[in-house]
C-alpha cells in the first residue's frame, strides 16, 4: 500500500492564482482531512469528510473549497491565493468504526509558497 | 474549549538518556484515544504510539511509552535510551467528535 499520497510536494503561487492540492488513499479509510501547519506551529484542521459525498468545515476553512466523490481522493482547492496560505498542508486519512475515527495516517505533506 | 496542551515548548536529552514529554487535555467523554505523533525535519507526521481510554494499561512501543493518569487528565510520553534520530517535534492529540485536536507540539533535542 502506498497509504497517503500527497501531489505536488512544493509550489509557489502568484497573488490571485488557484491551485489544487490532490490527495489520494489506497487503504479504503472512511475519513479523509486536511490540515495546516504554519512555522513553528501545530496543525490546523481545514476540512474534512467522513465519507464519499460528505465534507464538513474545520478551524480555518476560509479561503479552501474540497469535494469527496470517492472514497480515495480529497483534494482540496485554493481559490485567489494569499500569502496568508503560505503553509504545509498535510492530508490524513483513518478509519472509523462504530466507535468514532482511529489513527490518522499522514501524506507527506505539500509545500506551498504564495508571493 | 475541549484543548490538549503541551506546556514543554522545547525539550533536550542526552543519547542514550531518558527524557519525559508532557501533555494534558480536557475532555468530557469517558472513552477516547490519545496519541503520540513525531514530525522529523522531513515535515512527515508519524504516528508513535496509541492509547486507549478505557486501558489501564499504559501503552509501549519499543523504547516508547506512555504514563496515562486517566483522572488527571495526563498523558505523557516517555523515551528510554534517547537516539539522535528521535530528534523531532513531538505531538500530542487526542480524538474528539470526527477530529483530532492536536497540541502546540515539544521540539525535542538529542544531544551526542
Known amino acids: 500500500n502506498a497509504g497517503v499520497t500527497q501531489t505536488p510536494k512544493f509550489r509557489i503561487l502568484k497573488i490571485g492564482q488557484s491551485m489544487t492540492l490532490q490527495c489520494t488513499q489506497d487503504m479504503n479509510h472512511n475519513y479523509m482531512y486536511w490540515y495546516r501547519q504554519d512555522p513553528g506551529m501545530g496543525l490546523k484542521l481545514i476540512y474534512y469528510?467522513?465519507?464519499?459525498?460528505?465534507?464538513d468545515k474545520g478551524e480555518v476553512p476560509n479561503g479552501y473549497n474540497v469535494s469527496r466523490s470517492t472514497t480515495e481522493d480529497f483534494p482540496l482547492r485554493l481559490e485567489l491565493a494569499a500569502p496568508s496560505q503560505t503553509s504545509v498542508y498535510f492530508c490524513?486519512?483513518?478509519?472509523?468504526?462504530?466507535?468514532?475515527?482511529?489513527?490518522?495516517?499522514f501524506g507527506p505533506g505539500t509545500r506551498l509558497t504564495v508571493l | 474549549a475541549q484543548t490538549v496542551t503541551q506546556s514543554q515548548p522545547e525539550m533536550s536529552v542526552q543519547e542514550a538518556e531518558t527524557v519525559t514529554l508532557s501533555c494534558t487535555y480536557d475532555?468530557?467523554?469517558?472513552?477516547?484515544?490519545l496519541f503520540w505523533y513525531k514530525q522529523p525535519p522531513s515535515r512527515q507526521m508519524i504516528l508513535v504510539i496509541r492509547?486507549?481510554?478505557?486501558?489501564?494499561q499504559n501503552a509501549t512501543e519499543n523504547r516508547f511509552s506512555v504514563n496515562f493518569q486517566k483522572a488527571a487528565k495526563s498523558f505523557s510520553l516517555k523515551i528510554s535510551d534517547s537516539q539522535l534520530g528521535d530528534a523531532a517535534m513531538y505531538f500530542c492529540a487526542r480524538r474528539g467528535t470526527d477530529k483530532l485536536i492536536f497540541g502546540t507540539g515539544t521540539r525535542l533535542q538529542v544531544f551526542p
Open positions: 490524513a486519512s483513518s478509519y472509523s468504526g462504530t466507535g468514532g475515527p482511529d489513527t490518522q495516517y
Open positions: 469528510s467522513v465519507g464519499a459525498g460528505i465534507t
Open positions: 475532555t468530557s467523554e469517558s472513552d477516547y484515544y
Open positions: 492509547q486507549e481510554a478505557y486501558k489501564q
